[in-house]
C-alpha cells in the first residue's frame, strides 16, 4: 500500500513540474543571440526554452524550415514538455509556415510572429535587383517578395492558434518609402496579416527590436497564456484553431 502510495506521489510530482515548451526562431540575417532576452523572459516565466540558430543566409526557406525545426522539436520533447509554442520573429514566422505546410505538429501550442512578411515584402520587390542585395540576403531572402510566386503567397492559411504582433515604427525611412504605412521599416502592418490568424496588436517599434522590447515580451507572453492580446490596439478574430480543444 505504501509503494502504490509512493508511486502516485512521483507521479503527481513529474506531471506537475511538466512545462509547455517554446521554440524561438529568429529572422534574415540574425542568429540566435537576437532572441536572447526573450528566451530570457520566457524562461522566467516557467517555459523550456528552445532557442534555434540558423544560417538564414545560405540556404532557400525550404531547405532552412526542416533544418531549424525538426532538431528543436526534437530538444523539446526530449524533456517530455506538453506543449510546443513557436515565437518567431520576421522570416522565422515564414519558416514555420513552410514547414506546416508539409508537416504535423500534434503537439502544437500557440504562436506569435513578430513582424512576418506573412504577404511578403515591397522592400524585397524594390531592391531585389540591386547588386548585393541577393549576396546580403541569401536564397531566402530573395523569396519575400509579395509576388504571387514568392514563398509569402504559396503557403495557405493559418491553421494553428496564432497572434501577429505588427510593427507601426521605423528606424530606416529609405526602406519605408518602399511600404504602405503604418509599417516597421520591413514590413507594412498590412502585410503582417495571414487568414486564419487570431489576434493581432500593433506596437510603436521598429522591425529590429521587436523581441527586445517588454512591451513586446508581455504581449507574447499574455497570447502564450490566454490566445488574446492587451490594450486598445489588440484586434482578436474568430479563428478556427481557437475552436479546437487545448493540450493544456
Known amino acids: 500500500m505504501r509503494i502504490t502510495l509512493l508511486v502516485?506521489?512521483?507521479?503527481?510530482?513529474?506531471?506537475?513540474?511538466?512545462?509547455?515548451?517554446?521554440?524561438?526562431?529568429h529572422g534574415l540575417a540574425r542568429s540566435a543571440g537576437a532572441m536572447d532576452t526573450m528566451q530570457q523572459a520566457l524562461d522566467d516565466?516557467?517555459?523550456?526554452?528552445?532557442?534555434?540558430?540558423?544560417?538564414?543566409?545560405?540556404?532557400?526557406?525550404?531547405?532552412?524550415?526542416?533544418?531549424?525545426?525538426t532538431p528543436a522539436l526534437a530538444q523539446c520533447r526530449a524533456e517530455q514538455n506538453r506543449v510546443i509554442h513557436f515565437v518567431t520573429h520576421s522570416m522565422g514566422g515564414i519558416l514555420l509556415r513552410q514547414y506546416?505546410?508539409?508537416?504535423?505538429?500534434?503537439?502544437?501550442?500557440?504562436?506569435?510572429?513578430?513582424g512576418p512578411p506573412n504577404q511578403g515584402s515591397q522592400v524585397v520587390d524594390n531592391l531585389?535587383?540591386?547588386?548585393?542585395?541577393?549576396?546580403?540576403?541569401?536564397?531566402?531572402?530573395?523569396?519575400?517578395?509579395?509576388?504571387?510566386?514568392?514563398?509569402?503567397?504559396q503557403l495557405g492559411p493559418a491553421s494553428f492558434e496564432l497572434g501577429i504582433i505588427a510593427g507601426t515604427s521605423s528606424i530606416n525611412v529609405i526602406l519605408s518609402n518602399f511600404l504602405?504605412?503604418?509599417?516597421d521599416g520591413k514590413v507594412s502592418v498590412e502585410n503582417t496579416k495571414v487568414q486564419g490568424m487570431c489576434a493581432l496588436v500593433t506596437v510603436e517599434v521598429s522591425h529590429p527590436f521587436l523581441m527586445k522590447r517588454q512591451q513586446v515580451i508581455d504581449q507574447v507572453l499574455h497570447f502564450l497564456r490566454s490566445g488574446r492580446f492587451l490594450g486598445d490596439n489588440a484586434q482578436q478574430f474568430a479563428c478556427p484553431a481557437q475552436l479546437k480543444p487545448k493540450l493544456s
Open 100 to 114: 506546416l505546410q508539409h508537416n504535423v505538429i500534434t503537439d502544437l501550442g500557440r504562436v506569435v510572429m513578430m
Open 8 to 25: 502516485v506521489l512521483l507521479l503527481m510530482s513529474f506531471n506537475s513540474s511538466a512545462k509547455d515548451c517554446v521554440v524561438l526562431l
Open 45 to 69: 516565466a516557467g517555459y523550456h526554452s528552445v532557442n534555434v540558430d540558423y544560417p538564414s543566409r545560405e540556404y532557400s526557406v525550404e531547405a532552412l524550415a526542416p533544418m531549424a525545426i
Open 180 to 183: 504602405p504605412n503604418p509599417d
Open 128 to 153: 531585389k535587383e540591386v547588386p548585393g542585395f541577393e549576396a546580403f540576403n541569401g536564397p531566402a531572402g530573395m523569396q519575400l517578395g509579395t509576388g504571387e510566386h514568392d514563398i509569402p503567397k
